[in-house]
């Protein structure tokens, strides 16, 4: 597509429950980024991908955190038994390469935990 | 490990004039990146400026340019003749090798008429 796709846009769920978050890259970029970023904050790296392989997963905060993508191109985040501080905006991002030209990102989802 | 600090959480300026962001960073590589991001309310981060780390020049787009001090380790964005739609969070970041990209923590700008 013409740009990165994230879905939802927002996401409201109660505590407890599992939320998948979806991003589509821009077709062709071999790379993907997943950022978190609270409110007010900067942006927390989370996870990339190159293909389908995860080659840097050290920021996922937990267990309960998980991502893959499929086909090099659409990946889903998912987190299990949500908790109130995982409320954040969640952003995915793109490149070609290593990302040296800087990444093209999606607008995001914004999930709260109620 | 590569560090990017931004030291002013925020900044205004009346409209016209120009103004300066900070952006100190750290690295041990010498083959490395710098970018600033802006992010409007629409939270898209939108990139404004990349500067390579072996080009002495300061990089430069329209009304935005950098003031690259390699020695220093900053890398500040200039904005010329500011406009209201210039108002947003604007990220200073860096990458180097084959690592992800690091951001600052962002300096909110706003735009007086």
């Known amino acids: 597509g013409a740009g990165v796709s994230q879905s939802p846009s927002n996401k409201v769920t109660e505590k407890g429950k599992d939320v998948e978050l979806r991003c589509d890259p821009i077709s062709g970029h071999t790379a993907l980024y997943w950022y978190r970023q609270s409110l007010g904050q900067g942006l927390e790296f989370l996870i990339y991908?190159?293909?389908?392989?995860?080659?840097?997963k050290s920021g996922l905060p937990s267990d309960r955190f998980s991502a893959e993508r499929t086909g090099g191109s659409v990946s889903t985040l998912t987190i299990q038994r949500t908790q109130q501080e995982d409320s954040a905006v969640y952003l995915c991002a793109s490149s070609f390469g290593r990302g040296n030209y800087g990444y093209t990102f999606g607008s995001g989802t914004r999930l709260t935990v109620v | 490990a590569q560090t990017v600090t931004q030291s002013q959480p925020e900044m205004s300026v009346q409209e016209a004039e120009t103004v300066t962001l900070s952006c100190t960073y750290d690295?041990?590589?010498?083959?490395?990146?710098l970018f600033w991001y802006k992010q409007p309310p629409s939270r898209q981060m939108i990139l404004v400026i990349r500067q390579e780390a072996y080009k002495q020049q300061n990089a430069t787009e329209n009304r935005f340019s950098v003031n690259f001090q390699k020695a220093a380790k900053s890398f500040s964005l200039k904005i010329s003749d500011s406009q209201l739609g210039d108002a947003a969070m604007y990220f200073c970041?860096?990458?180097?090798?084959?690592?992800?990209?690091?951001f600052g923590q962002g300096t909110r700008l706003t735009i007086n008429p």
């Open positions: 970041a860096s990458i180097q090798g084959a690592q992800k990209l690091v």
């Open positions: 991908f190159q293909g389908n392989s995860a080659p840097d």
């Open positions: 690295t041990s590589e010498s083959d490395y990146y």
